[in-house]
């Protein structure tokens, strides 16, 4: 089981790296748009001297990787160092490959989808990426908001081969980008937490159970002003369950006090696996 998931993540991390190599090649460079991060930096490099960004590409990333190696650990510097010789091979190929994309009308088009499967199997694609876990980790920073940082940096580095304009564009993909990694490593949803406080949790909570088919937990609280004791109810439902939750609650106890909390991430048995049939 364990060597399945790892074939798995190894597999999409080569499919994440090919991708996000073919943004680079046939939109990025093709159309004259810059990058954020160390991707960036390796086409200034490539506008400025003509260096090819699959050997630029290797040779920036080596010191971040031995960084990221002793805080990260074993396995995501496995993934780092896969997710870096993947991306300067896939670079090295796709500008070998003729192919034309024509998108000098529509460059919003680019985007980060490949990057973001690389971040949800645990890996990176090397440079700014690596600072980027590493302030995930330690910090509670969002990978997307510290890319977004990095690529702001490197985007006004790049007014030294393209015009302001296109620059511009390339920002507004950058933020673009930022929100599609967050949202890949997020798992492509926004559940719901949904605490409830009130004297009726204990006729609440068994029609919360049955009509939504999720799991309730009772939470121990007291009412500072009244010093009463309660019962709080904590469970997590999809955002499509949202409505039927408030409903069943407030059917019971018009005055109950709710709380929505985002969720980014839920597993365990009545949320990521199927939920029992209704009977």
């Given at each position: 089981?364990?060597?399945?998931?790892?074939?798995?993540e190894v597999?999409?991390?080569?499919?994440?790296?090919?991708?996000?190599?073919f943004?680079?090649?046939?939109?990025n460079?093709?159309?004259?748009?810059?990058?954020g991060?160390?991707s960036?930096i390796t086409?200034?490099?490539?506008?400025?001297?003509?260096?090819?960004p699959?050997?630029t590409?290797?040779?920036i990333?080596i010191?971040?990787?031995?960084?990221?190696?002793?805080?990260?650990?074993?396995?995501?510097?496995?993934y780092t160092?896969?997710?870096?010789?993947?991306?300067?091979?896939?670079?090295w190929?796709?500008?070998?490959?003729?192919?034309?994309?024509?998108l000098q009308?529509?460059?919003?088009?680019?985007?980060?989808?490949?990057?973001?499967?690389?971040?949800r199997?645990?890996?990176?694609t090397?440079?700014s990426?690596?600072?980027a876990?590493?302030?995930?980790?330690n910090?509670?920073?969002?990978?997307?908001?510290?890319l977004?940082?990095?690529?702001?940096i490197?985007?006004?580095?790049?007014?030294?081969?393209?015009d302001?304009?296109r620059m511009m564009?390339?920002?507004?993909?950058?933020y673009?980008?930022?929100?599609v990694?967050?949202?890949?490593?997020?798992?492509?949803?926004?559940a719901?937490?949904?605490?409830?406080?009130?004297?009726?949790?204990?006729e609440?909570?068994?029609?919360?159970?049955?009509?939504?088919q999720?799991?309730?937990?009772?939470?121990?609280?007291?009412?500072?002003?009244?010093?009463?004791?309660?019962?709080?109810?904590?469970?997590?439902v999809?955002?499509?369950e949202?409505?039927?939750?408030?409903r069943?609650?407030?059917?019971i106890?018009?005055?109950a006090?709710?709380?929505?909390?985002?969720v980014?991430?839920?597993?365990?048995?009545?949320?990521?696996?199927?939920?029992?049939?209704?009977?």
């Amino acid at each position: 089981m364990v060597k399945r998931k790892t074939v798995k993540e190894v597999l999409f991390i080569i499919i994440g790296t090919s991708i996000y190599a073919f943004g680079l090649v046939y939109l990025n460079i093709a159309n004259h748009l810059a990058e954020g991060g160390v991707s960036g930096i390796t086409l200034i490099l490539r506008a400025l001297f003509g260096i090819d960004p699959a050997y630029t590409t290797l040779l920036i990333n080596i010191p971040l990787i031995l960084l990221g190696g002793k805080i990260l650990g074993k396995r995501s510097l496995a993934y780092t160092v896969l997710g870096t010789l993947s991306l300067s091979f896939f670079l090295w190929i796709w500008q070998r490959v003729p192919l034309e994309i024509n998108l000098q009308h529509d460059l919003l088009i680019v985007a980060g989808v490949g990057s973001g499967i690389v971040y949800r199997m645990g890996g990176t694609t090397g440079g700014s990426d690596i600072i980027a876990r590493i302030l995930e980790q330690n910090y509670g920073i969002t990978m997307g908001r510290s890319l977004l940082a990095f690529d702001i940096i490197v985007l006004l580095a790049s007014l030294t081969y393209i015009d302001l304009k296109r620059m511009m564009y390339t920002l507004i993909v950058s933020y673009v980008f930022s929100r599609v990694i967050d949202s890949i490593l997020d798992g492509g949803y926004s559940a719901k937490g949904l605490l409830v406080v009130s004297n009726k949790s204990e006729e609440i909570a068994p029609l919360l159970m049955t009509g939504l088919q999720r799991g309730v937990t009772f939470l121990s609280g007291e009412g500072a002003f009244s010093g009463n004791s309660k019962k709080i109810i904590y469970m997590v439902v999809s955002s499509s369950e949202l409505t039927e939750a408030k409903r069943i609650v407030h059917e019971i106890d018009e005055k109950a006090f709710l709380s929505i909390i985002n969720v980014h991430e839920v597993e365990g048995q009545g949320f990521t696996y199927l939920k029992p049939q209704t009977r």
